[in-house]
């Protein structure tokens, strides 16, 4: 059947790992497929089995769940079964299909609250069968093989396609991104990552080649994936939808509609070939494409029956068998360890000199996915960030290298950059402090922390309002540094408000150590914030140090007790996009 590679035979490189007590299973498995074969052979060569007549009152029944792409080739195979009258130990095969979303059957297997109603599952990645075992109480699940495999691009309307020099420009998965989501009029859409393999394979690969690509990959790619967030769909088959159905500017303008998608070679060419309009060109990444490459896996294996389970791996060899590998071909998918077919490839839009035969990069590692989800489910849950801005004078200090822009001036910008990242779900608020700077408090509540998309008093929204207090900051001449007391009072206020199903965090910016001779001290702060921090309803501190005059060991220790940890940026512009990185590594902590 194509590549039988099985769990256990990864790399040494550690790159993917399953458990031990799979071999064992496996072993047993792969001995089953080779008995059940020499057994029939010897059968029939004998004349004990007959294929004719009906097998219905001994057919062995089954039922496999498949991805809903694969699903109608694995239906066409089982079809193919019965009317062949394909036997098991000289029993009739009757394989039912089930099309059935692998998030959705992964979460039914981690949740274990009922007993599976099917022996096999196909799902588009094993990092399905991966998600669904790492809770460990479900079913047992036993990957014995792959039906097929397809690699997952960048898909495009042609114009856009064009625009970025497509069939012969070619781009890093890095490259790729930026070039997808720096240009306004180039919309870039992807299926939500947390439901999609593809989304989720497709975001892991930019962040792997962000990395290579430069130190600060980890703010690019918290940066892509917010954007992405405003244009996800739940499935892959939706984001289909969200393309735009022609060159008219109508549609190009249509602020729904994207001109590039994250998708599969296998869905780009079932739609190209259904007359999808508009028809879609394909961009492989020249540093390797990931692969769906949809495991054959038995369900409870242990609870089979003799029967079930060697029928059930008979239908996995007639998968593998040129009869069904041409159902599969013919719907768009690759043979795992067989030529690239060249037909495919060009009715789902690739074309030379595009490397879509390039071997694939290194599968990603389960550390690589669970760094991504978690930046992924932070990046795209609502906020509500209370941000408290340094005011003492030494704010008005300049910026080496900028004129006469002050520390305060660019903090400004970089504040209203960051603003534009977020969406109008997303609450902010402003605080600003220094010493005395309300009576005998060191801080002011400047704007309260709610949604951006409400509207203001006096007309404009909540983001208008914040949008102008963030303009409106100024040091105050003499000011001092009043950094305790603000810090605590933020957080004991971003606790009592606490949103649920929000990331809340508190983000501080200072340019200097505390000054306020009266406030609580260092360690007493540290020790009330570490009694009051609470697990199931974190505030994490995001704590900024700008310029070389703050003290970063400060901050650090001084947040890290709440889940958060302390930055320092020598120019207030980097200020946006550690802003962004630190709330991602945040949600990846907790």
């Known amino acids: 059947m194509g ?39 010897v059968a029939v060569q004998g004349g004990l089995l007959s294929f004719s007549g009906s097998c219905a009152d001994s057919a062995v029944r089954l039922k496999v769940v498949a991805s809903p792409d694969a699903a109608p080739a694995v239906r066409a195979a089982a079809q193919y079964a019965r009317d062949e009258e394909v036997t098991s130990d000289g029993r009739c095969l009757d394989v039912a299909v089930v099309a059935r979303d692998a998030y959705k059957v992964a979460d039914a297997v981690t949740a274990g609250t009922a007993e599976p109603d099917y022996q096999v599952w196909i799902p588009d990645s094993d990092l399905w069968v991966q998600r669904a075992e790492s809770s460990g109480d479900g079913s047992p699940l036993t990957s014995v093989g792959n039906v097929a495999s397809s690699p997952v691009a960048l898909a495009m309307v042609p114009s856009a396609a064009k625009s970025l020099g497509w069939p012969r420009k070619t781009y890093t998965w890095a490259e790729m991104s930026a070039a997808a989501t720096e240009k306004d009029t180039l919309r870039l859409g992807a299926a939500d990552p947390a439901r999609s393999a593809t989304g989720l394979l497709a975001l892991t690969s930019i962040g792997r080649s962000a990395h290579k690509k430069s130190p600060e990959g980890d703010t690019k790619v918290a940066a892509t994936a917010k954007l992405l967030s405003q244009r996800i769909s739940d499935t892959d088959a939706q984001v289909l939808q969200t393309l735009a159905q022609d060159d008219s500017g109508t549609e190009k303008g249509n602020p729904r509609r994207n001109q590039a998608v994250l998708l599969s070679e296998q869905a780009a060419f079932a739609h190209n070939t259904a007359g999808g309009s508009p028809g879609l060109e394909l961009f492989y990444p020249k540093d390797g494409a990931p692969q769906l490459d949809y495991p054959y896996t038995l369900v409870n294996e242990p609870e089979l029956s003799t029967d079930q389970s060697r029928a059930a791996l008979r239908f996995m060899t007639l998968l593998g068998e040129p009869e069904s590998r041409k159902f599969l071909v013919d719907r768009g998918f690759r043979m795992p360890d067989k030529p690239v077919s060249e037909g495919v490839v060009r009715v789902a839009g690739g074309r030379a000199p595009q490397p879509y035969a390039l071997a694939t990069t290194e599968p990603p590692s389960q550390k690589d996915i669970e760094e991504t989800l978690g930046m992924w489910t932070i990046t795209v849950q609502s906020a509500r960030l209370t941000t408290v801005v340094d005011a003492s004078g030494s704010m008005a200090t300049a910026v080496p290298g900028r004129g006469s822009q002050s520390r305060m001036d660019v903090t400004k910008a970089s504040l209203l950059q960051a603003l534009s990242q977020f969406t109008p779900e997303d609450e902010i608020g402003l605080w600003d402090f ?32 914040i949008s102008a207090a963030f303009s409106a900051l100024a040091p105050v001449p003499g000011g001092a540094t009043g950094l305790y007391d603000t810090t605590l009072a933020a957080y004991k206020d971003a606790k009592a408000n606490y949103a649920s199903g929000k990331f809340n965090a508190v983000v501080i910016l200072t340019d200097g150590s505390n000054q306020d001779a009266v406030s609580i001290s260092r360690s007493a702060l540290i020790a009330e914030l570490k009694r009051i921090a609470d697990p199931q309803r974190p505030v994490p501190l995001i704590a900024i140090a700008v310029g070389p005059d703050a003290d970063r060991e400060e901050i650090e220790q001084i947040a890290t007790v709440t889940g958060g940890g302390g930055y320092q940026v020598s120019d207030p512009a980097e200020i946006h996009a550690v802003i962004l990185k630190a709330i991602m590594e945040a949600g990846q902590g907790g």
Request: no cysteine; hydrophobic share 30%; proline share 7%.
């Open 3 to 41: 590549r039988h590679s099985l769990p256990d035979d990864a790399a040494t490189d550690g790159t993917r790992s399953r458990p031990p007590v799979h071999r064992r299973t496996v072993a047993i498995a792969t001995m089953l497929v080779l008995s059940v074969a020499a057994g029939t052979a």
């Open 434 to 465: 220094a010493t005395n700077l309300d009576g005998d408090r060191d801080y002011r509540k400047k704007v309260p922390t709610t949604r951006l998309g409400d509207p203001a008093s006096g007309g404009g929204t909540h983001r208008d309002k």
